[in-house]
Each structure stands twice: as C-alpha cells, then as structure tokens.
C-alpha cells in the first residue's frame, strides 16, 4: 500500500508540475494577449487621430473650393460684362471713326487736322481696349490655373 502511496503521489507531483506548467503558459499567453490588445488599442488610436486629421483637411480643402468656385464665378461674371462694354465701346469708336470720315470728306484743312486728331484719340482707346482685353484674359488664366492648382 506504501509503494501504491507512494506512486499516486508522484503522479499527483506530475499532474501537479504539469498544471503549473499549463498556468504558467497561460499567464504568458495572456500577457502577450494583453499586450497585444495594448498595441491595437494605441493602433486604433492613431487612426482615428489621422482620421479626424484627414476629415478636418477635407473640410478645409472643400471650403477653399467653394471660395475659388466663388471667385471664378465672379471673375467669369465680370469677364463678361468687360467684354460687352469693350464691344460696346469699339462699336461706338467703329461708328465714330465712320462719321470722322464722312466729315473729312466734306470739310477743310483744319478740320481735317481735327477728324485725324480725333481718329488717332480713337486709335489710342482702341490700344487701350485691347490692353484691357489682355488684361482680362492673363486674369481668366490665372483664375483657371489657381483651381486647377487646389
């Protein structure tokens, strides 16, 4: 019976190692699992971080767009009233210039010099209004280059 004592406590020692073997796995097993959720945790965290980075870009960026979109639409407006008062204006200088003619057709020496006079002040406009008309288009550019540029 001391011999069969003896054999259940060695299998109770072994069963008992082997347990503390087992504990001992599972606590490193879940150390590492804590760990492990630790550094998903820190993980999730800074994505949100990027995230809320990211969305707070795309709010900024959109409402740039809306002000370049708002600029352009104002710039585009006042293209277009510029070029209906330049054709308005070379119409009038083209209408001019025809009863400059006429008139110097009919009258004397001085006021010849004066129909030439004036036809040159209309030649000037006209430089002047196609300058503008420079102006206005290096401007179109620009407004299309910036809202390709954001």
Do not use: P
């Amino acid at each position: 019976m001391l011999g069969r004592n003896k054999q259940l406590q060695l299998e109770h020692e072994q069963l008992k190692e082997a347990l503390l073997d087992q504990i001992s796995s599972l606590r490193r097993q879940g150390i590492e699992k804590d760990k492990l959720l630790e550094e998903r945790n820190e993980m999730i965290s800074h994505l949100r971080a990027q995230l809320a980075t990211a969305r707070d870009k795309l709010a900024k960026t959109e409402e740039e767009l809306r002000g370049v979109k708002q600029t352009k639409t104002k710039l585009e407006k006042d293209l277009r009233d510029e070029k209906r008062t330049n054709d308005r204006m070379l119409s009038q200088l083209a209408h001019g210039e025809k009863m400059l003619s006429m008139v110097c057709a009919y009258r004397g020496e001085d006021e010849r010099k004066d129909a030439a006079r004036l036809l040159q002040e209309n030649l000037d406009l006209e430089d002047k209004v196609l300058k503008l008309k420079q102006q206005v288009k290096w401007l179109a550019k620009e407004s299309a280059a910036k809202e390709t540029d954001d």
